[in-house]
């Protein structure tokens, strides 16, 4: 098997993170790229109905002060946990999770997805992005359950 592209999509939760010890060991193996994925998933864009209608400008607003923190905590995990990476590797994008995975995957020429089976909301066994991702998916998608560590992997 061949891998040169490795898309880790991750909401910065613990088990998002807890995913990321079995995208670096699989990069290190094959000597593959990392490429790391943040989405936005605005419930004010989705669900207006809940919140009432904002002033374009405020969503504007709010976007670009979350697109301003995901980047600087993607920087926080490409300097503290992947030695650094490239700003070309780094992603983020506004929508629903699953689908701008998948977008990605394609754009980039991904050749796998490792992911947590759950997010930061999840209280399910196997999150809806990650079935989503793993029924979608035109490459192999990689889930890890939050409590499975490389070694028991091995």
């Not at 109905?49 to 002060?65: I, Q, R, S, T």
């Not at 994008?93 to 990605?104: F, N, S």
């Not at 759950?118 to 079935?131: N, T």
């Amino acid at each position: 098997m061949t891998l040169q592209k490795i898309l880790w999509p991750t909401d910065f939760s613990d088990q998002a993170k807890h995913a990321l010890d079995h995208v670096k060991s699989l990069t290190q193996t094959y000597d593959a790229e990392i490429h790391v994925l943040y989405v936005i998933d605005n419930p004010v864009l989705h669900h207006p109905e809940w919140y009432g209608d904002f002033e374009p400008d405020h969503v504007e607003k709010m976007l670009a002060w979350l697109n301003k923190k995901a980047k600087k905590q993607l920087g926080q995990i490409c300097s503290d946990d992947l030695q650094g990476c490239p700003e070309e590797f780094r992603h983020i994008a506004v929508g629903d999770p699953a689908q701008e995975i998948l977008k990605l995957v394609e754009k980039e020429h991904i050749d796998m997805v490792v992911m947590s089976t759950r997010g930061a909301k999840a209280h399910f066994r196997f999150g809806s992005v990650a079935e989503k991702v793993v029924k979608n998916a035109t490459v192999p998608v990689v889930t890890v359950p939050p409590d499975r560590d490389v070694a028991s992997a091995a």
